[in-house]
């Protein structure tokens, strides 16, 4: 089974309006994390939002917030009042477990393209 | 401060040939990461490095792959002998965070991207 699921490849929204890119795991370990990084044309990835397993809040940074429903397995991005330079691949990743070390999984992706 | 500095951005080799990509870490980090991602997909891991030493190799493959992060100087990703199939792009991520602390992201560089002709 998948890790990570990004069922949307694409996804089109007007600027100003909010849009949810969709993430759903599988981890059967407690402890985890999970990330969300913005990959723009010019190839770079930027990270976006991180939370994890054991956070009781949803994470906001500035207009990105993880809808985060642990019961669903599921961390969904969500980007208000967007902009023309949020048209990008957006990539979900999941670090598993409290080692001394992480690697992520990610998942494939989904294109937001934000028209004006 | 600077971040994660990888070189080349690009980089075209013919089949047969050796390719050589080169990541310097954020200052302060000895945790190296190095991923793939091939067209249309996302990141996959392959090697996690400290300095002068592999921690989990577990993603690359087992022939024709190296990987090294000396004691001076930036990690390197060697691959011998490419094939057309290992045109993609490599990133290079790496984290300050000693055991047990797992909770800051790691930081990506740029990334090289490998064309084989």
């Known amino acids: 089974a998948q890790k990570i699921t990004q069922t949307q490849p694409g996804m089109f929204v007007q600027e100003k309006e909010a849009v949810t890119l969709d993430c759903t795991y599988d981890?059967?370990?407690?402890?985890?994390?999970l990330f969300w990084y913005k990959q723009p044309s010019s190839g770079e990835m930027i990270f976006l939002i991180y939370?994890?397993?054991?956070?009781?809040q949803n994470a906001t940074e500035g207009r990105y917030s993880l809808n985060f429903q642990k019961a669903r397995k599921s961390a969904n991005l969500v980007i208000s009042a967007s902009q023309l330079g949020d048209s990008a691949m957006y990539f979900c990743?999941?670090?598993?477990?409290?080692?001394?070390?992480?690697?992520?999984?990610f998942g494939k992706g989904t294109m937001l393209l934000v028209s004006p | 401060n600077a971040g994660v500095m990888q070189n080349p951005r690009h980089l075209v080799r013919r089949r047969g040939q050796e390719a050589r990509l080169r990541c310097s870490p954020m200052?302060?980090?000895?945790?190296v990461y190095w991923y793939r991602q091939l067209p249309e997909e996302g990141l996959k891991f392959m090697v996690y490095?400290?300095?002068?030493?592999?921690?989990?190799e577990s993603g690359m493959p087992k022939e024709r792959f190296s990987a090294e992060f000396p004691k001076e100087g930036p990690s390197i990703l060697r691959i011998q002998q490419v094939v057309r199939g290992d045109s993609a792009a490599y990133f290079c991520?790496?984290?300050?965070?000693?055991?047990?602390?797992?909770?800051?992201?790691?930081?990506f560089g740029d990334g090289t991207r490998l064309s084989i002709l």
């Open positions: 490095l400290q300095k002068e030493n592999i921690i989990d």
């Open positions: 991520a790496s984290s300050p965070f000693p055991p047990g602390q797992g909770t800051q992201p790691q930081h």
């Open positions: 990743a999941m670090r598993e477990g409290n080692s001394g070390y992480s690697t992520l999984t």
């Open positions: 939370q994890g397993s054991y956070d009781q």
């Open positions: 200052k302060g980090h000895s945790h």
């Open positions: 981890t059967s370990d407690p402890s985890y994390g």
